[in-house]
């Protein structure tokens, strides 16, 4: 799992306790999910390059490190994803925001895409593409591809916790996509959920059943 990234930093263990637990309310849990969000933003953008420019400081000039390379961009999948957009934002103001809506064929079981709306300058961005939840890997591997298609080539995934079985899916399907999450689980029960993952995570953050 080379590509695989657990950002493991105690305040985000400390609040992932918390957001498990079912006893949560959704004021807190949304809280919260906002605040995870924000600490796995500092570690996704651990590497970025940067450039050294001049400053004049009130006492002298000196060379100082501002970010350079590609701006960035953040694909929330709908509609748990909306959930760490803004924690993202904290720390990146300046990023754009597309969205991608999926929604399962009850045909051929696969998520089939429904709506997106990217930035017009998509394909020279940075994207991070967010889910809460990475369970089977499907609505994953379909953002992915779908960005792909229009010309997208440099991508994260974020996610929060995720199963071994998403891992690997999206391992194999797209090798150069790096991941982030905050817990790696045990797998999937036999109604496709995390296990012990936190629920259902749309449902949590909007407080919908």
Same mark, same amino acid.
């Given at each position: 799992?080379?590509?695989?990234?657990?950002?493991?930093?105690?305040?985000?263990?400390?609040?992932?306790?918390?957001? =498990?637990?079912?006893?949560?309310?959704?004021?807190?849990?949304? %809280?919260?999910?906002?605040?995870?969000?924000?600490?796995?933003? &500092?570690?996704?953008? =651990?590497?970025?390059?940067?450039?050294?420019?001049?400053?004049? *400081?009130?006492?002298?000039?000196?060379?100082?490190?501002?970010?350079?390379? =590609?701006?960035?961009?953040?694909?929330?999948?709908?509609?748990?994803?909306?959930?760490?957009?803004?924690?993202?934002?904290?720390?990146?103001?300046?990023?754009?925001?597309?969205?991608?809506?999926?929604?399962?064929?009850?045909?051929?079981?696969?998520? #089939?895409? &429904?709506?997106?709306?990217?930035? *017009?300058?998509?394909?020279? =961005?940075?994207?991070?593409?967010?889910?809460?939840?990475?369970? *089977?890997?499907?609505?994953?591997?379909?953002?992915?591809?779908?960005?792909?298609?229009?010309?997208?080539?440099?991508? #994260?995934?974020?996610?929060?916790?995720?199963?071994?079985?998403?891992?690997?899916?999206?391992? %194999?399907?797209?090798?150069?996509?790096?991941? &982030?999450?905050?817990?790696?689980?045990?797998?999937?029960?036999?109604?496709?959920?995390?296990?012990?993952?936190?629920?259902?995570?749309?449902?949590?953050?909007?407080?919908?059943?």
């Amino acid at each position: 799992m080379s590509n695989l990234f657990i950002c493991d930093h105690p305040m985000i263990q400390h609040k992932l306790t918390f957001i =498990r637990d079912k006893e949560t309310n959704t004021k807190d849990f949304r %809280e919260l999910i906002d605040e995870v969000a924000t600490f796995m933003a &500092y570690e996704i953008t =651990r590497e970025i390059p940067l450039q050294t420019i001049k400053v004049e *400081t009130p006492v002298a000039i000196t060379d100082s490190k501002i970010v350079s390379g =590609r701006m960035l961009g953040l694909v929330p999948i709908l509609r748990a994803g909306l959930g760490m957009v803004d924690g993202i934002l904290k720390l990146i103001p300046s990023a754009k925001v597309g969205h991608i809506g999926l929604a399962r064929d009850h045909e051929t079981l696969q998520p #089939k895409e &429904y709506y997106i709306n990217l930035p *017009t300058d998509a394909q020279d =961005r940075m994207l991070i593409v967010i889910d809460p939840m990475l369970a *089977t890997g499907g609505s994953a591997i379909a953002a992915l591809n779908s960005l792909k298609q229009r010309g997208c080539e440099v991508m #994260k995934l974020m996610c929060i916790i995720a199963a071994p079985e998403g891992v690997k899916a999206v391992q %194999e399907a797209h090798p150069d996509v790096d991941i &982030y999450i905050a817990a790696l689980d045990e797998g999937l029960n036999e109604k496709g959920y995390i296990v012990p993952g936190l629920g259902d995570a749309g449902d949590r953050i909007f407080g919908t059943n």
